[in-house]
């Protein structure tokens, strides 16, 4: 009877014990997770789990039910650009190119443009910056590397060039009008050169109405809402031009290069305007247009010029080209276009 009792009384000890052991923090969490590793549950599979919990009595640990959080799968995502966005910041102003048999260095000048173009407003020198870049080089059909080089920056080039004026065609004198000195930043301008194509002129028109709306600016008007005179940003610099008038400006420049001016010029279509954004209003030396591209209106311009029809060219920031505005709203290639 004694050895009864006391094998009972050692069965009962090891089955506490057992069930202390199993009782500690830790223990039958870490296969759970390892699970959890392997394979996610699908949101079905935590229902039915909770269902089984619940009529079991079983508590489920929380390392099951863990979801990777979407910020983390972003930071994880952009951790891989690290060593791009170090590389942007280098060739933002150390890259060399040409354009116009010019021999360029960086794409600094350039910044605010390409931040539109791939839709980010991150820092160039980001991670974010370089995960943007990749999404677009991987639709542009260039490497999706996230770091902008020569051939992406070529890309670029070309995607903003193809969106500018082809034709050189030069317009009826009935489609042209005659824009008042007031909304010329030289009122002195002779009135055969403050001639722009109808069309583009009330273009210009809807849209110095929104930036003259837009506090942000904070351009100088009158009462009725017009650029005050004093204003000079967003002044008409230069519109329609003879071809004549090109020629004898190319002769006052004979140094520019293919980088300088046209021979076949857009405005000789009238729908090209050179509008003031900053510094001197029309000089392509590199200190210059570092001025230029950090005004707010530059800026502005950028961000809402294509609502209104107009493209950039991009070499020069006071440059802007009238092809058209779509009954939608956006922005579609037509009339010179064609």
């Known amino acids: 009877m004694k050895n009864k009792i006391l094998i009972s009384l050692l069965v009962a000890l090891a089955l506490s014990a057992v069930a202390?052991?199993?009782?500690?923090?830790?223990?039958?969490?870490?296969?759970a997770a390892g699970a959890q590793q392997q394979q996610a549950p699908s949101s079905a599979q935590d229902e039915q789990a909770g269902a089984?919990?619940?009529?079991?009595?079983?508590k489920l640990t929380a390392s099951i039910h863990e979801r990777r959080p979407a910020a983390a799968v972003v930071?994880?995502?952009?951790?891989a650009f690290a060593a791009s966005a170090s590389k942007n910041l280098s060739l933002k102003y150390d890259l060399t190119w040409a354009?116009?048999?010019?021999?360029?260095?960086?794409?600094?000048?350039y910044a605010s443009l390409i931040g539109s173009l791939l839709d980010t407003n991150d820092e160039t020198g980001s991670a974010g910056f370089a995960a943007a870049l990749s999404r677009w080089q991987r639709r542009a059909g260039v490497a999706p590397t996230g770091i902008l080089d020569d051939e992406t920056l070529y890309r670029m080039v070309s995607d903003w060039q193809g969106a500018r004026i082809k034709s050189r065609a030069y317009p009826q004198p009935s489609e042209l009008v005659t824009a008042p000195p007031t909304e010329f930043w030289d009122p002195s301008r002779p009135d055969e050169l403050r001639q722009v194509r109808r069309d583009a002129y009330d273009a210009y028109k809807r849209m110095l109405a929104a930036a003259v709306a837009d506090p942000s600016l904070k351009l100088a008007v009158t009462r009725t809402g017009q650029l005050a005179p004093e204003e000079k940003f967003l002044k008409i610099v230069s519109s329609f031009r003879s071809r004549e008038y090109q020629?004898?400006?190319?002769?006052?420049?004979?140094?520019?290069?293919?980088?300088?001016?046209?021979?076949?010029?857009?405005?000789?279509?009238?729908?090209?305007?050179d509008l003031y954004v900053g510094g001197d209003p029309v000089d392509t030396k590199d200190a210059n247009r570092a001025i230029q591209?950090?005004?707010?209106?530059?800026?502005w311009l950028v961000r809402n010029a294509g609502k209104f029809g107009f493209r950039p060219y991009y070499y020069e920031p006071w440059h802007w080209e009238y092809v058209g505005e779509s009954k939608a709203g956006g922005v579609e290639l037509v009339g010179v276009m064609k």
């Open 20 to 31: 202390a052991f199993a009782a500690l923090p830790g223990r039958g969490q870490s296969q």
């Open 52 to 58: 089984a919990a619940s009529q079991t009595g079983v």
């Open 75 to 79: 930071t994880g995502d952009l951790s």
């Open 99 to 109: 354009f116009g048999g010019k021999q360029q260095r960086g794409w600094y000048l």
């Open 247 to 273: 020629e004898q400006l190319r002769k006052r420049q004979p140094n520019a290069g293919r980088a300088g001016l046209a021979v076949n010029s857009p405005h000789f279509t009238g729908c090209a305007l």
């Open 293 to 299: 591209v950090q005004t707010p209106v530059y800026q």
